[in-house]
């Protein structure tokens, strides 16, 4: 993947990264896990601060400069990874620990790397980063505004957006406005691990089709008919002509209860029984 498409906009503004690593409240007794160093915009004010750090960096390039950068100082583990898809408890530094993770995120990558720690078996005690402001807004949303993306996040964490960062802060300079967020991952998720997969089916299929009201939505996302749509989200005692962004997650629970006691109608259109298998995983 090219510099370009790794979503490198190096933070230049030093007064911001000291605000992101305050905002982190990092104490000497701390274990940090920073996403996407780059050329060390955060990471030099982390490490004058943190316990130990464990730095995961995606372009061979960059992690081979922290390498160097880091020889021979044990409070810093450089890992060249892709932190989508890496599972926290492989980094040695912080197995078996509580860690803050802070990031100034890559655009591309932003919700999956989120989404792959917060849905972690060991995520991090709080993660203070930085992404595009709509994305840190819609993570944040309350009823009214929902959407998917606001329920993959809430789930599991508590979202509140600390401060707007210019486009001006960053070399290059991006053409969005960035956001960084707070979010502190919840004791337990508010869906219980088991029920998680069909509540993310019933929601996604709530919102299969956004503006419409939530009767019509859920049956185009389920592929049943309206009346059978209608009752099933009645009988969750919701009004079947809300739109689904004013859906509040115990309400998506609510409907998932009455989907299920309807016997999960799910009608899957696939001509053979591999698609039919994997529309069902999705
Ligand atoms: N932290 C630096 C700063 O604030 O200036 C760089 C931030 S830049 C927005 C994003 C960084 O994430 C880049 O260094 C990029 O190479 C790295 N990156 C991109 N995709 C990544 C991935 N999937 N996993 C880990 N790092 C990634």
Same mark, same amino acid.
């Given at each position: 993947?090219?510099?370009?498409?790794?979503?490198?906009?190096?933070?230049?503004?030093?007064?911001?990264?000291?605000?992101?690593?305050?905002?982190?409240?990092?104490?000497?007794?701390?274990?940090?896990?920073?996403?996407?160093?780059?050329?060390?915009?955060?990471?030099?004010?982390?490490?004058?601060?943190?316990?130990?750090?464990?730095?995961?960096?995606?372009?061979?390039?960059?992690?081979?400069?922290?390498?160097?950068?880091?020889?021979?100082?044990?409070?810093?583990?450089?890992?060249?990874?892709?932190?989508?898809?890496?599972?926290?408890?492989?980094?040695?530094?912080?197995?078996?620990?509580?860690?803050?993770?802070?990031?100034?995120?890559?655009?591309?990558?932003?919700?999956?790397?989120?989404?792959?720690?917060?849905?972690?078996?060991?995520?991090?005690?709080?993660?203070?980063?930085?992404?595009?402001?709509? &994305? %840190?807004?819609?993570?944040?949303?309350? @009823?009214?505004?929902?959407?998917?993306? *606001? =329920? !993959?996040?809430?789930?599991?964490? $508590?979202?509140?957006?600390?401060?707007?960062?210019?486009?001006?802060?960053?070399?290059?300079?991006?053409?969005?406005?960035?956001?960084?967020?707070?979010?502190?991952?919840?004791?337990?998720?508010?869906?219980?691990?088991?029920?998680?997969?069909?509540?993310?089916? &019933? %929601?996604?299929?709530?919102?299969?089709? @956004?503006?419409?009201?939530?009767?019509? *939505? =859920? !049956?185009?996302?389920?592929?049943? $008919?309206?009346?059978?749509?209608?009752?099933?989200?009645?009988?969750?005692?919701?009004?079947?002509?809300?739109?689904?962004?004013?859906?509040?997650?115990?309400?998506?629970?609510?409907?998932?209860?009455?989907?299920?006691?309807?016997?999960?109608?799910?009608?899957?259109?696939?001509?053979?029984?591999?698609?039919?298998?994997?529309?069902?995983?999705?």
């Amino acid at each position: 993947m090219s510099r370009q498409r790794l979503g490198q906009n190096f933070l230049t503004d030093r007064a911001v990264a000291g605000r992101i690593v305050r905002s982190a409240a990092v104490t000497p007794r701390s274990t940090v896990l920073e996403v996407g160093p780059g050329k060390g915009a955060l990471t030099n004010q982390l490490v004058a601060s943190a316990g130990t750090m464990t730095v995961v960096e995606f372009d061979s390039g960059l992690a081979l400069e922290l390498y160097d950068r880091f020889d021979g100082n044990e409070k810093v583990d450089v890992v060249e990874a892709d932190a989508r898809t890496i599972d926290p408890d492989s980094l040695p530094l912080i197995s078996g620990r509580s860690y803050l993770l802070v990031a100034n995120l890559p655009y591309y990558a932003a919700t999956p790397i989120i989404r792959n720690f917060l849905e972690s078996e060991h995520p991090p005690e709080r993660m203070i980063v930085m992404v595009q402001r709509e &994305v %840190a807004n819609e993570m944040q949303a309350e @009823p009214g505004d929902m959407s998917m993306l *606001s =329920l !993959a996040v809430q789930v599991y964490a $508590d979202v509140n957006v600390l401060f707007e960062v210019p486009p001006e802060a960053f070399t290059p300079k991006p053409k969005v406005t960035s956001a960084v967020i707070a979010l502190t991952p919840r004791a337990e998720p508010l869906v219980p691990a088991d029920l998680q997969q069909d509540f993310f089916r &019933v %929601a996604k299929a709530g919102f299969k089709a @956004p503006r419409k009201q939530l009767h019509n *939505s =859920l !049956a185009t996302g389920l592929n049943i $008919d309206t009346t059978l749509a209608r009752s099933i989200i009645e009988d969750a005692g919701i009004d079947s002509e809300r739109r689904p962004a004013t859906i509040s997650i115990q309400e998506w629970s609510n409907m998932l209860e009455s989907w299920s006691k309807a016997g999960k109608p799910f009608v899957v259109h696939g001509t053979s029984r591999k698609e039919r298998a994997e529309a069902l995983r999705r």
